[in-house]
């Protein structure tokens, strides 16, 4: 909760930056910052997994 706080803050004083309202970049802060906590540690999971299979299939081939 508290990082959707700050999200919507940053978004919001950067949405405000051109002069106009800031309501849009709050919610674009809110919405980056949820999908963000979901993607980013699958994408870290995703590429340990590629890197893993990668690494094993190049050491049984030097093994065998």
Do not use: N, Q
Not at 21 to 37: D, N, P, Q, S
Request: aromatic share 8%; net charge positive; no cysteine.
């Amino acid at each position: 909760m508290i990082g959707d706080l700050v999200a919507g803050y940053i978004g919001k004083r950067t949405d405000e930056s051109d002069g106009e309202g800031g309501t849009l970049g709050a919610i674009a802060g809110i919405a980056a910052w949820r999908v963000g906590k979901t993607v980013v540690p699958a994408a870290i999971v995703i590429g340990a997994a590629a890197f893993g299979y990668r690494y094993l299939r190049r050491r049984m081939r030097t093994a065998a």
